[in-house]
């Protein structure tokens, strides 16, 4: 069935479990937060300590896209070494001759589907995002919901954008003591993991290591930030429109 509303569910309330994910190092661990069990697409923490890792081999891929947030510790992904909060979007085919963490390392792990090991495309490859480089935006330059996004006190960085969709994944900061703008919906998936700080919502506390994954016209807010933070955000289905259901006027 497809993902059921998750809303909130903290890391620590579930157990570590052998990870069955293809082409993952042996002995590499996991938590599923929300998973799509016709489809096999799902959010995991993956956790990999040190010498757990494949070795240098012929090029595999998997068959779905993935992506991949760095929680904590480094990520070897071919190549390319991922530091905490580095990004990578993996599409289907991109070919990796080394996925380990020798030092250890924990993951938010997005796969689109169940994956499986494939023939690597070599016309494709892993876009990676170091986010420590990129600099923070105006939320309301990326907004699909015109003037109530011009918000002050919060950046974005965006790390991926599905032109032909509106997906979108991104990180969003926001400076303590900001308010958000009432109670809202919105018409797509709307999935987030809180990476530092503390959100504070009609749903109870937001803090670092919370998650959820709210399906469309879910009602929300309002929020409140005392002492700010930064979340993990992906849209799923389209763009992320809001339609505020109460303004903070009418509060």
């Not at 069955?20 to 799902?42: I, M, N, Q, Y």
């Not at 993996?90 to 589907?113: E, H, I, N, Q, Y």
């Not at 960085?157 to 032909?164: A, G």
Request: charged content about 25%; glycine content about 10%.
């Amino acid at each position: 069935m497809p993902r059921e509303h998750v809303e909130y569910i903290h890391h620590s309330s579930l157990p570590w479990e052998p990870s069955a994910v293809a082409g993952l190092p042996e002995g590499t661990e996991e938590k599923v937060l929300s998973e799509d069990t016709e489809t096999g697409a799902s959010t995991r923490i993956l956790s990999m300590t040190g010498e757990r890792r494949q070795p240098v081999r012929d090029p595999l891929a998997w068959d779905a896209p993935v992506e991949i947030l760095v929680l904590d510790g480094e990520l070897w992904l071919g190549s390319e070494v991922l530091k905490r909060f580095d990004y990578a979007y993996v599409p289907a085919g991109a070919s990796f001759a080394r996925f380990g963490a020798p030092a250890g390392a924990k993951l938010l792990f997005m796969p689109d589907a169940e994956l499986s090991v494939t023939e690597p495309d070599e016309s494709v490859e892993a876009e990676v995002k170091r986010t420590g480089e990129m600099e923070w935006e105006n939320v309301a330059e990326h907004s699909t919901s015109g003037d109530l996004w011009d918000i002050v006190g919060a950046g974005i960085k965006v790390l991926h954008e599905d032109e032909e969709t509106g997906e979108r994944s991104w990180l969003l900061a926001s400076l303590p003591q900001r308010d958000g703008f009432g109670v809202e919906e919105h018409p797509v998936v709307e999935e987030a993991y809180q990476l530092l700080g503390a959100i504070e919502g009609d749903r109870g506390t937001f803090d670092e290591g919370s998650y959820f994954w709210r399906p469309p016209h879910i009602p929300h807010g309002p929020f409140s930030n005392e002492i700010g933070g930064m979340t993990f955000f992906r849209c799923i289905g389209g763009p992320l429109d809001t339609d505020y259901l109460v303004t903070a006027d009418e509060l």
